[in-house]
């Protein structure tokens, strides 16, 4: 007989370094869900990751137990990461540029777009992983990336 499903959570959390604090705890608590549990699974799964932040989607059941999906990370996080500087003598990109017609703040080459859109395409609706790297690089121009070849 199927487990009647009570409630479908999802949460965002880095890697390997997940807590009972918020936004885990609460989430999961008002659920009846045993939180250390969770913790613990979640960061045996995820230590891989090394803290980049994954989104968890789990799934809870009648009698309080749950199971959990680990998608990839947000394309914006991988951007991040893979972003080199403009200049040689600006520091790494920490984030995304708040006027991204205006102002860069870094820039991809189409291999790492390629890279990204491996990990982000079973995560994506997507066919194949040319269109895949074409919605990879339209996030990174909204995030004030510059493209290059």
Request: with cysteine; proline share 7%; net charge positive.
């Amino acid at each position: 007989m199927a487990k009647v499903v009570t409630a479908k959570i999802k949460v965002q959390a880095p890697g390997g370094k997940a807590t009972p604090a918020p936004p885990i705890g609460p989430a999961l608590g008002q659920h009846g869900v045993n939180i250390a549990k969770f913790v613990q699974e979640f960061n045996a799964a995820t230590k891989h990751m090394d803290g980049m932040i994954c989104p968890c989607e789990i799934t809870v059941y009648k009698d309080k137990s749950f199971e959990f999906v680990v998608k990839s990370p947000p394309a914006s996080a991988l951007l991040v990461k893979a972003a080199k500087p403009l200049d040689a003598g600006l520091a790494l990109v920490e984030k995304g540029s708040g006027e991204p017609n205006r102002k860069k703040v870094g820039r991809v080459t189409q291999a790492d777009l390629r890279k990204i859109a491996e990990t982000k395409l079973k995560d994506m609706n997507a066919f194949d992983l040319d269109a895949a790297a074409k919605v990879i690089a339209g996030t990174a121009r909204s995030m004030g990336i510059v493209v290059v070849d």
